[in-house]
């Protein structure tokens, strides 16, 4: 399986630093689709965004931004200004095109956002 | 609209006992896949289900363990003579499928299965 690689298992930060949490993806394949989620203290997995191989814009949402590099193989999210709401576990995740259609997950990254 | 909902959200079963793990998918959703999350083992996937294609299996750890998708709508995840590796918690996600574009999957709450 094409593996996807989150390095740090935990980050804890003071509210208002800015994270960045890396994220690091295998692929033979030319197209491709990467993927970040939410996991709040709820359980509930929610979705933050989709990026297709084919483009390597950068993405901001309101306090969320995205990073996607293929030269490097990185996928990586910052969160400016962090909120103690955003304290969860975020999962990268991958699907390549074709056949298999199920997400790869990374092993996650629990931040803590501390007040 | 409403969301993936799975039921029961909780199950303590004893070990050598069958369970029976529901799923709605979103309306409208023609793709339904099944997770375990375990604290050893990450998210990993089950199945697949995709329309009235034959389902991607290649996930499920053991013969105990089988799904089936009624009316290309609910599932129902089965692990037959649960052992205590069987607990973890169960997540359904659905999508809308398709070919040649992977939309995201939306997940529900999980079911939590504890074998004791």
């Known amino acids: 399986a094409q593996k996807v690689t989150q390095a740090q298992t935990e980050i804890s930060v003071v509210e208002k630093e800015d994270v960045t949490l890396d994220c690091v993806y295998e692929?033979?394949?030319?197209?491709?689709?990467l993927f970040w989620y939410k996991q709040p203290p709820s359980g509930e997995l929610v979705f933050l965004i989709r990026?297709?191989?084919?483009?390597?814009q950068n993405e901001i949402s309101g306090r969320y931004s995205w990073n996607f590099q293929k030269s490097t193989s990185s996928f990586n999210f910052t969160i400016t200004a962090s909120q103690v709401v955003d304290s969860a576990v975020y999962f990268c995740?991958?699907?390549?095109?074709?056949?298999?259609?199920?997400?790869?997950f990374g092993s996650g990254t629990q931040l803590t956002v501390l007040p | 609209g409403a969301g993936v909902s799975q039921s029961p959200s909780n199950k303590v079963t004893e070990k050598g006992k069958d369970v029976e793990l529901r799923c709605d998918p979103i309306?409208?959703?023609?793709?339904l896949y099944w997770y375990r999350q375990s604290l050893g083992q990450g998210l990993e996937f089950l199945i697949y289900?995709?329309?009235?294609?034959?389902?991607?299996k290649s996930g499920l750890p053991s013969d105990r363990f089988s799904a089936e998708r009624t009316g290309g709508s609910v599932s129902t995840l089965t692990i037959q003579r649960t052992q205590q590796e069987d607990s973890a918690v169960y997540l359904c996600?659905?999508?809308?499928?398709?070919?040649?574009?992977?939309?995201?999957?939306?997940f529900g709450p999980g079911t939590r299965l504890t074998v004791t």
């Open positions: 996600a659905s999508s809308l499928g398709g070919s040649g574009v992977q939309y995201e999957q939306y």
């Open positions: 692929t033979r394949d030319t197209t491709y689709y």
């Open positions: 990026r297709n191989s084919f483009d390597e």
């Open positions: 995740a991958r699907i390549s095109s074709g056949s298999a259609r199920q997400l790869t």
């Open positions: 309306s409208g959703h023609t793709a």
């Open positions: 289900f995709q329309g009235n294609s034959a389902p991607d």
